[in-house]
């Protein structure tokens, strides 16, 4: 079978299927092909088209959880522990890693949480503990030590063990003494 004789039989197929379900069995070949489509441009409203999803995804991921029942279980106790488990349920649930401090307080509305005080002081708090960086065009995205803070909760010690050992030692300038 060449080429074009593939493609014809798997569009064929995929033809007879809703617009959803072909982005899902799409999906899931590549995943299971281990086979990333090439990186194309950001679409208008922000969102990464379906060609960008993360590909690392395992079949046994529960992707049916909603935001509140996610919170529920990682059961977060500040501000920032919020935010960083609002930016991973962005990024790995609803398959939007780039986002703004307005989609984690619409997130949080969602989720039925109590609303955040001050919503772009506790995204800040987030970045500056190193669980959220900037991204482009002012959005944001989880970090790999926010994104394992969040996959340890609720064992709440082992997340912040994990945080401790994962952020780099500050040097100490070393003082040059002066001569007089």
Do not use: W
Request: proline share 5%; aromatic share 8%; charged share 30%.
């Amino acid at each position: 079978m060449d080429d074009f004789e593939a493609l014809s039989t798997i569009v064929g197929v995929l033809k007879q299927l809703d617009s959803e379900a072909q982005k899902r069995v799409l999906q899931s070949v590549q995943t299971f092909l281990g086979v990333a489509a090439e990186r194309g441009p950001q679409s208008a409203n922000g969102k990464l088209p379906f060609s960008e999803a993360p590909y690392d995804q395992s079949f046994s991921r529960d992707r049916t959880l909603s935001p509140k029942e996610f919170l529920r279980d990682k059961n977060p106790m500040t501000d920032v522990e919020r935010v960083t488990c609002l930016a991973y349920y962005l990024t790995y649930y609803r398959d939007t890693p780039h986002f703004k401090t307005l989609d984690i307080s619409s997130l949080n509305t969602e989720a039925a949480q109590t609303k955040f005080s001050n919503t772009a002081v506790a995204v800040d708090n987030a970045r500056k503990l190193g669980y959220l960086v900037p991204s482009t065009k002012g959005n944001k995205q989880i970090t790999a030590l926010g994104e394992k803070f969040v996959e340890l909760l609720p064992d709440r010690e082992a997340a912040r063990e994990a945080a401790r050992n994962f952020r780099p030692r500050r040097r100490m300038k070393k003082q040059r003494s002066r001569k007089e």
